[in-house]
């Protein structure tokens, strides 16, 4: 069974306080690990795909990293309006190109000004 | 363009009633979801259709839960006889094979379901 833990579960940064938030996951065969964030009341917004060991990928003050048993995303100076859900999910291969996403719990990040 | 959408947007229902809620996918995604996320869970997958394949129900909870696709275009997820364990947002997804080979899901902003 494909699973995913996420931590911390909560984070509390002061601004410009850079940190990392972990996903460890076991999967047979990954197809893709994802990265989504949500804010409260909404739905979760696509952030990064990953597909292989040692691939990054960057988006404003975010950089996704993956090995074969976990991933990284790193927040570089997080802004207040950088506070959210992060949601970490992988897919397995062998299910079809469009398979079902296996999700963490979540890390609640909060960043004060 | 126009992202997932889903109605209702809050549905409050009596223990024992039967619910339906809508999603419209991304025009031109094959594939659609429905996941549950319950306070403090993590999401939770129910069913996916693809094309004219048959739909994976693998993760439906129990035979009151039942979804329809028409086409490649609105789905409703239907809840029979609610209990209170069905209180939770239902998030509906659509995706579709890209020339870089990602299969992203994309998320509509979810139905909270509370039954009293």
């Known amino acids: 069974e494909d699973q995913v833990t996420q931590s911390p579960e909560a984070l509390r940064l002061q601004e410009g306080e850079s940190s990392s938030l972990n996903c460890s996951y076991t999967?047979?065969?990954?197809?893709?690990l994802f990265w989504y964030r949500q804010d409260p009341g909404k739905g979760p917004e696509f952030l990064f795909t990953l597909y292989s060991a040692g691939e990054e990928k960057e988006k404003e003050r975010l950089k996704a990293t993956l090995t074969k048993k976990e991933s990284f995303l790193h927040i570089t100076a997080p802004k207040p309006e950088d506070s959210a859900t992060y949601l970490c999910a992988v897919q397995a291969k062998g299910a079809g190109a469009n398979s079902k996403l296996t999700f963490g719990k979540g890390i609640t990040l909060s960043v004060r000004p | 363009g126009a992202g997932v959408s889903q109605s209702p947007s809050n549905k409050v229902t009596e223990k024992g009633k039967d619910v339906e809620l809508r999603c419209d996918p991304i025009?031109?995604?094959?594939?659609l979801y429905w996941y549950r996320q319950r306070l403090g869970q993590g999401l939770e997958f129910l069913i996916y259709f693809q094309g004219n394949s048959a739909p994976d129900k693998s993760g439906l909870p129990s035979d009151r839960f039942s979804a329809e696709r028409t086409g490649e275009s609105v789905s409703t997820l239907t809840i029979q006889r609610t209990q209170q364990e069905d209180s939770a947002v239902y998030l509906c997804a659509s995706s579709s094979v890209t020339t870089d080979y990602s299969y992203e899901q994309y998320f509509g902003p979810g139905t909270r379901l509370t039954v009293t």
């Open positions: 999967v047979s065969g990954l197809r893709g």
């Open positions: 025009s031109g995604h094959t594939a």
